[in-house]
């Protein structure tokens, strides 16, 4: 069964002190499985992964929620959590994915 998103609005943003007016564009999640709660996002240097997960119905299991991670596209390397996952929602989710992009872009 796949989920449908909700369209509530995001609560508060994960990292607030981040909000600075960068020049990355916002990554574009879009469905990287049909049968599975799983969506993907890259930019040229990482790629960014949100699935859903609950504790009893179908799909991945752990705590209820859109967990969101990140890699370096170009290394054979783990995926790394973000900060704050899982979310309650989806856009919440995705305005931590491109909030640690821009920590990243700007690191290097």
Request: glycine share 8%.
């Amino acid at each position: 069964m796949v989920r449908q998103l909700k369209s509530e609005q995001p609560g508060p943003t994960v990292f607030p002190l981040l909000r600075r007016g960068g020049a990355t564009s916002p990554l574009r999640f879009h469905r990287a499985l049909d049968e599975l709660d799983v969506w993907s996002a890259s930019s040229d240097r990482y790629s960014f992964v949100i699935s859903y997960g609950s504790r009893n119905g179908p799909g991945f299991k752990g705590s209820p929620g859109y967990l969101a991670s990140w890699r370096p596209v170009h290394a054979n390397s783990f995926a790394i959590k973000i900060i704050g996952s899982p979310f309650s929602i989806f856009a919440t989710a995705t305005e931590a994915c491109n909030r640690m992009l821009e920590m990243l872009d700007e690191d290097s």
